[in-house]
């Protein structure tokens, strides 16, 4: 099989975004990854096991070009000189990244080190896992075959009305088909001048096809700042996490995504600085009504006019599902969507697959989701102590 990474740029812009942040302000941070298919049934085999450790090995080999660094602080005006500097020396290391057979669907994969260097792992390990699994188990020519065909009606449902979804964004790198796929996708979009269609979270196809890398920070991120500093009081991980954010970036590079230990804790300390300084936030989990619901709510108590805010929809969403949340809004807020594994992920029962932090400095972290499904945490103790701390601080 050939080499699937092939740049260090093949990754989601918000590693970058989150990756100068931990620079300037938590390189001293360790931080455990755990990989989890929450697919019933799917079965890796030693082979497909075997030619995962062949990919990150290949990918452990990479290093950012003069190229792509000049290109970064370019085109995304928020990225310093000096982080690119670090950059150039930065590469990923192979005795990070542990691989075996040891899990239920027989594929184990955890990472171990500083934040800073295991951080960028996630993306370009999910990809790998998904082309590997695709080209491995199914006819992957005929899986792309369906993969364009699917391209070509996705296109013309936009063109042709029968979807509003206003603006969106690609947000598919960690579940896609395969690098083959995701670039046809962004290279057709933008051959055919898709509708609404304003960038994509992959950072190395923004380079190559002259468009916005879309991204800013991920629920690792508050869990990292907000539950791995033992000093904390977890029930404020969105505050320290905020706090830090805008110490970074001020009013540039600011979505904020909210539901990392629920969206009614995040909103006691969402008050009016930083709704003032954030240009939107993010929903991940939960009804999406409902939600953006309560953030105009909570827009319109603190005095602000939610149409000078963004609300960017992004939990497994498909035309349909955005269509109807645009239609929703058209007039409330200013609504925007970012769109991964209905865009680029395989057209027949897609993977679905995630890398998060389990540990931080020794200490367990938890995301405790709108959704439950979502939940994630290795150590139940710690889960309970969070959510008192979280109850403590709603009822008093």
């Known amino acids: 099989m050939e080499q699937i990474i092939k740049s260090l740029l093949d990754t989601d812009m918000y590693k970058f975004s989150m990756g100068q942040a931990i620079f300037h302000q938590f390189s001293g941070d360790h931080a455990t990854w ?23 090995h290949l990918y452990c080999g990479l290093r950012f070009t003069e190229d792509e660094l000049k290109w970064l602080p370019k ?12 950059l ?54 005929e899986l792309f075959r369906k993969f364009k065909e699917k391209t070509a009606i996705l296109i013309e449902q936009i063109k042709s ?19 083959e796929a995701q670039d ?14 304003i960038g994509t ?71 009016l600085t930083f709704a003032t300084l954030f240009s939107g936030v993010r929903h991940d989990s939960g009804d999406p009504i409902i939600w953006g619901e309560k953030m105009i709510a909570h827009y319109k108590k603190l005095g602000i006019d939610p149409m000078t805010k963004t609300l960017l929809f992004s939990d497994s969403l498909d ?11 058209k007039g409330k807020a200013k609504v925007a969507f970012g769109i991964g594994t209905y865009l680029s992920g395989c057209p027949i029962n897609p993977l679905n697959i995630v890398m998060k932090v389990v540990a931080v400095n020794g200490q367990p972290v938890a995301k405790l989701s709108d959704d439950p499904g979502k939940s994630i945490c290795r150590d139940a103790n710690y889960s309970e102590y969070l959510k008192r701390c979280i109850d403590w601080r709603m009822s008093h």
């Open 75 to 86: 085109a995304n005006i928020w990225i310093h000189n000096n982080y690119c500097d670090y």
């Open 184 to 197: 046809y996708l962004i290279r057709t979009f933008k051959e055919e001048k898709m509708p609404g269609f």
């Open 161 to 179: 009305g029968i979807y509003d979804i206003g603006t969106f964004s690609e947000f598919g790198a960690r579940r896609r088909l395969s690098f």
């Open 319 to 329: 035309f349909e599902k955005a269509a109807a949340i645009n239609k929703y809004f």
């Open 34 to 56: 755990a990989f989890k298919c929450r697919n019933q049934g799917v079965k890796f085999t030693p082979e497909m096991v075997e030619e995962i450790k062949r990919q990150i």
């Open 88 to 141: 150039r020396f930065w590469h990923p290391r192979e005795e990070e990244i542990f691989v075996d057979d040891n899990a239920p669907c027989g594929l184990n994969i955890e990472t171990k080190g500083t934040w800073g260097n295991t951080s960028p792992y996630e993306i370009p390990i999910l990809s790998i896992v998904n082309e590997v699994y695709y080209r491995m188990s199914s006819d992957y020519d």
């Open 201 to 271: 979270s992959n950072v190395y196809l923004a380079k190559k096809y002259d468009i916005k890398a879309t991204g800013t920070l991920a629920h690792e991120y508050i869990m990292t700042v907000g539950q791995g500093h033992h000093e904390y009081n977890p029930a404020y991980s969105n505050k320290f996490a905020l706090d830090s954010w805008v110490k970074e970036y001020g009013i540039l590079n600011g979505i904020a995504l909210t539901d990392t230990i629920t969206t009614d804790c995040f909103l006691r300390d969402f008050q």
